[in-house]
């Protein structure tokens, strides 16, 4: 399992990124999917993620109305739409993939992340 993540970088405070996460080696359709940070100095966290089928979301309560996990199936991709960024959204960000609840448990697998950094 490979996962790619893309679309880090820096932005002002109050705008907006779109993170993707591209999946090989699986088939995708049966994975559930997540992205987590990790702020420097801190641990790893929990911030979205999206069940196999697309009908069920999760979201850090941090980041909840702000963020909104999408996926397509046939594409094998996962993006993570960030709104009205704030400082305390810079981090690495990682996408990572399992067949548990994925918002419940570690996944097994993971990309290699990509840096957001929120400043003005």
Avoid: H
Wanted: proline share 2%; with cysteine; aromatic share 10%.
């Amino acid at each position: 399992v490979q996962l790619q993540a893309s679309g880090g970088g820096l932005v002002q405070p109050g705008g907006s990124l779109r993170l993707s996460c591209a999946a090989s080696g699986l088939t995708f359709s049966g994975y559930n999917m997540a992205w987590f940070r990790q702020a420097p100095g801190k641990e790893r966290e929990f911030v979205a993620a999206i069940m196999w089928s697309g009908g069920s979301t999760f979201y850090a309560d941090s980041v909840k109305g702000r963020f909104t996990i999408s996926r397509d199936n046939a594409k094998k991709t996962t993006d993570l739409q960030m709104n009205n960024l704030k400082s305390e959204d810079t981090a690495v960000y990682y996408c990572a993939t399992d067949q548990t609840r994925i918002n419940l448990t570690t996944p097994r697998y993971w990309g290699q992340g990509t840096l957001v950094t929120v400043s003005s």
